[in-house]
């Protein structure tokens, strides 16, 4: 749809940026932090470690300057799990408590909401050693978890995000390195049956929020976006039909009406992987309500009808391989779309009919968490740092959401990946996001220097217009 008009941006909308505790803290091992699954697992060959990554545990104070001067109105940091029970449950780290808390304070200074991600990708590697969401135990850790960042930063906290991508976390969780399966059984059945607790420990963690800390909001965090069938061959639009339940409605389905999606459902019993669910599990999920759903866009996804042949499940074409799940779907390239340096497609209208998508559905406000491009940027001789494709990047996806917000979405803030260069989950830091130039190599740490890339000035002007001016 044209129109000749567009609507602004609402008043108070969020601008801001994100980030997350493992990908952008390092000193994993100080001031009491115990191990997490990221600090363990082996990391993907060529890349660093995660024991310094941004170095923003200790530059934090310096970092939020920055974001300030930017004009954010929000940052979405996540709190490691570790910090705060470095075993996952039992004794609280009182550092942990310290160091979030004056991260908040440091917020709050500057006027930027602090957006907090509960759990990002970072489980306790005590709880993953004891079989982590495999156990109906993990529901209640997770709570108790809860309970305590709501006791401790309920009164300065306004937003909260439950789960970060829990989709991922049960289509590729291997690759993100959290997934913790028995190979001796049913990968599909103990996958959905880690997703059963999650979902849970999500319901009951909303409606906690709401008891201890009313006008609090919080919200779902998964990665949505819109499958494409290749073509219009029916036999593609079904399967179209069959990955966007198994991706994106099974987790807001049950996040906002508290039920399983019918056809993830009927694809779990045809193969015998029906979480096994207690009495009163799902009337805990109809109780819960999330205030908004926030989602994570990078691009949308394209699939065909399977042959039969297909190999892993995954969210992504490999060039070689069919990938998907037998008689279900099988992931395609588009076709049509550019692609970034590091091979990931590029599709602002995607985005567009995402947001139209999910306002259809649920008819909650939604925010952005993350959305962006990697690049290797370079550091120049003069000190600046060029990333027009990141500014393109993000122009296109703004104007492809104010035209979301024309056509009636409700859309509340936009919190690009990511505020500062940190370490991408599988591609190292050489794979850099942010606004700000962190002045490390993978291995060499150099000075750590934090710059101002183009991008920042440009994204400066974009927060100051409220989403006018994006030249
Ligand atoms: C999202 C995650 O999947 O994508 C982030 O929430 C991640 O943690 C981001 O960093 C970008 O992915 P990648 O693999 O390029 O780091």
Avoid at 125 to 147: I, M, P, T
Avoid at 362 to 379: F, Q, R, S
């Amino acid at each position: 749809m044209n129109y000749k008009t567009l609507k602004p941006f609402p008043a108070g909308f969020l601008w801001g940026a994100s980030t997350s505790a493992y990908q952008v803290e390092g000193a994993n091992r100080e001031d009491g932090k115990g191990p997490s699954v990221q600090d363990i697992k082996r990391v993907p060959p060529g890349t660093s470690e995660l024991d310094v990554c941004a170095d923003h545990y200790h530059r934090y104070r310096e970092d939020i300057a920055l974001m300030a001067e930017m004009g954010f109105k929000e940052y979405r940091f996540s709190i490691a799990w570790t910090r705060i029970l470095p075993q996952g449950t039992g004794e609280v780290n009182p550092k942990g408590v310290a160091y979030y808390s004056d991260l908040i304070d440091t917020c709050l200074k500057y006027g930027i909401e602090p957006f907090v991600t509960i759990f990002h990708f970072d489980l306790p590697a005590a709880l993953s050693e004891k079989g982590g969401w495999s156990r109906r135990e993990s529901v209640d850790e997770f709570v108790d978890y809860c309970r305590i960042l709501f006791e401790n930063f309920g009164d300065r906290v306004k937003y909260w995000l439950t789960i970060n991508e829990q989709n991922m976390l049960t289509l590729v969780g291997e690759a993100i390195g959290t997934a913790n399966l028995n190979k001796e059984e049913s990968v599909i059945k103990q996958l959905y049956q880690h997703n059963h607790h999650m979902l849970l420990a999500q319901a009951k963690a909303m409606k906690l929020l709401h008891e201890m800390v009313p006008g609090a909001k919080i919200g779902p965090a998964p990665n949505i976006s819109l499958v494409y069938p290749k073509t219009c061959k029916p036999a593609d639009v079904l399967a179209a039909q069959n990955f966007n339940a198994i991706r994106n409605w099974l987790y807001l389905d049950m996040a906002v009406w508290g039920y399983y999606n019918p056809i993830v459902w009927a694809w779990l019993e045809e193969n015998g992987a029906l979480p096994v669910i207690q009495p009163g599990d799902m009337e805990i999920m109809r109780q819960a309500r999330p205030d908004f759903i926030a989602f994570n866009y990078y691009s949308t996804s394209t699939v065909e009808a399977s042959d039969g042949t297909e190999k892993d499940g995954g969210d992504r074409a490999k060039k070689d391989e069919r990938v998907g799940v037998p008689g279900v779907y099988a992931m395609a390239r588009n076709g049509s779309l550019p692609t970034t340096q590091f091979g990931w497609e590029i599709d602002p209208e995607g985005f567009r009919a995402t947001l139209r998508e999910v306002y259809s559905r649920y008819h909650l406000p939604m925010m952005i968490t993350e959305n962006g491009l990697g690049a290797y940027d370079k550091l120049e001789a003069d000190g600046s740092v060029h990333d027009p494709y990141r500014i393109d990047y993000l122009r296109d996806h703004i104007r492809q959401m104010r035209l979301a917000v024309t056509d009636g979405c409700q859309v509340m803030g936009y919190s690009p990946w990511s505020a500062i260069d940190l370490i991408s989950t599988h591609e190292g830091m050489v794979k850099r996001y942010g606004f700000i130039f962190v002045n490390r190599d993978e291995f060499d740490l150099k000075d750590m220097k934090r710059v101002r890339k183009d991008s920042f000035y440009w994204y400066q002007k974009v927060i100051a217009s409220n989403g006018e001016d994006l030249d």
